[in-house]
Structures are given as C-alpha cells and as structure tokens.
T-cell receptor, first 112, second 115 residues
Framework: DTEVTQTPKHLVMGMTNKKSLKCEQH?????MYWYKQKAKKPPELMFVYSYEKLSINESVPSRFSPECPNSSLLNLHLHALQPEDSALYLC???????????FGPGTRLTVT | GQQLNQSPQSMFIQEGEDVSMNCTSS?????WLWYKQDPGEGPVLLIA?????ELTSNGRLTAQFGITRKDSFLNISASIPSDVGIYFCAGQTLYSGAGSYQLTFGKGTKLSVIP
C-alpha cells in the first residue's frame, strides 16, 4: 500500500480564518513533507519532517504552521492567509529522507 | 540553488508513437525520480533511480540515471491516450547545511496524445 491521504480535498477560506490541512500515511514512513504547487508549476518544498522533527523549513511565512503529532500524521495549520496563497497543497512521505517520495492527492486551497 | 532543465516543455504525439524526455543539471544528484501528474491530482511516482548508470523499466516506461549523475531520461513506448499528463523529473540531494535531503523538480513536460 503506497497511499498518502489528504483532507479536505477542497478548502475555501477567508483571510481571517483559521483552518488546518491533514495528511496521513500508514506505510511506516519516517519522513513527511509539505509542498505548495501553483498552476503549471512544479511542486515547491515548504517543510520536511524526519522522525517527527522539523528538519527543513524553506523560509515559509509564519502564517503556515506545520505539526507532526506522530509518525503517521502531518498537519498544516493556516492562519491569516493571503489570496496569493491559493494553490494545491501536497503532502508526501518517504521511508526515510533519501528515498523516493509518495504524494497524496492534494488539497486545493482558495483564499478569498 | 540547484536547477533542473527538463525538455521538451510540451509534446504532441500520435497514439502508438514512442516518447522521450530528459532532465539535465549542472549539479550532481544521488537519486532521480520520475513522476506523472494529472490535473488537480498529486504526482504519481513512476520510476526511482538510485545508481549512476542504472536503467530501470516499469511496463512501457524506461528511465536511466546518467553516468555523470547530472542527467536522466524517461522513455515511453507505444503511447496510449491515458499517457496524457505532465511528467516531472526530480533530483534528490543533500540540503545545504541541514543534513537533510530535498527534491528539486524540473519544470515538467506536458504530453498530449492524439488518438
């Protein structure tokens, strides 16, 4: 089973809202990732968690706050977002950091 | 930072034709990955390459890890309509100063198959 699940599939939020994106995998992977993808562009790395510890933060604004409650779950907390933050947010996991990454289906986020 | 040059940017082919796309870089990578992405979906892993010179097949797909570790190609044989999508190469290497690994993506090749 190489499945990464993400909820919700779609999210519309106002600039004053607080929401969270969720990601789950049950493959026993110890590295998990958040990416942001704009239309017609490749995914851009936001955060990397390795063994439940944040190992890479790609200078992401503080209105995005990641959380890794356990080895199977990854959350992305959103607060005071801007319209330019509208994008497809992808979660991925890998056995450890230097192995292939498996992506979830993504959450389509629209900020109004 | 590292950059990957992926070509072609787009291609239109007849069903049944073979397809070839490649990625090059001035940087060395220790892993090459190839993904396919359909609109509104996440990238799906097609092939993973871990050793320089490695040639790996997955059904009608064949990919190679260049001997210099700076390039990779993906071939699709006998294309079918469901091959339509965007193909991304991605190279993995150590993230500078952090002891962690990161993926660098090419800009993608948009494949259209004419029935």
């Amino acid at each position: 089973d190489t499945e990464v699940t993400q909820t919700p599939k779609h999210l519309v939020m106002g600039m004053t809202n607080k929401k969270s994106l969720k990601c789950e995998q049950h493959m026993g992977h110890r590295a998990m990732y958040w990416y942001k993808q704009k239309a017609k562009k490749p995914p851009e790395l936001m955060f990397v968690y390795s063994y439940e510890k944040l190992s890479i933060n790609e200078s992401v604004p503080s209105r995005f706050s990641p959380e890794c409650p356990n080895s199977s779950l990854l959350n992305l907390h959103l607060h005071a977002l801007q319209p330019e933050d509208s994008a497809l947010y992808l979660c991925a996991s890998s056995p450890t950091e230097n192995y292939e990454q498996y992506f979830g289906p993504g959450t389509r986020l629209t900020v109004t | 930072g590292q950059q990957l040059n992926q070509s072609p940017q787009s291609m239109f082919i007849q069903e049944g034709e073979d397809v070839s796309m490649n990625c090059t870089s001035s940087s060395i990578f220790n892993t090459w990955l190839w993904y396919k992405q359909d609109p509104g979906e996440g990238p799906v892993l097609l092939i993973a390459l871990y050793k320089a010179g490695e040639l790996t097949s997955n059904g009608r797909l064949t990919a190679q890890f260049g001997i210099t570790r700076k390039d990779s190609f993906l071939n699709i044989s006998a294309s079918i309509p469901s091959d339509v999508g965007i193909y991304f190469c991605a190279g993995q290497t150590l993230y500078s100063g952090a002891g962690s690994y990161q993926l660098t993506f090419g800009k993608g090749t948009k494949l259209s198959v004419i029935p």
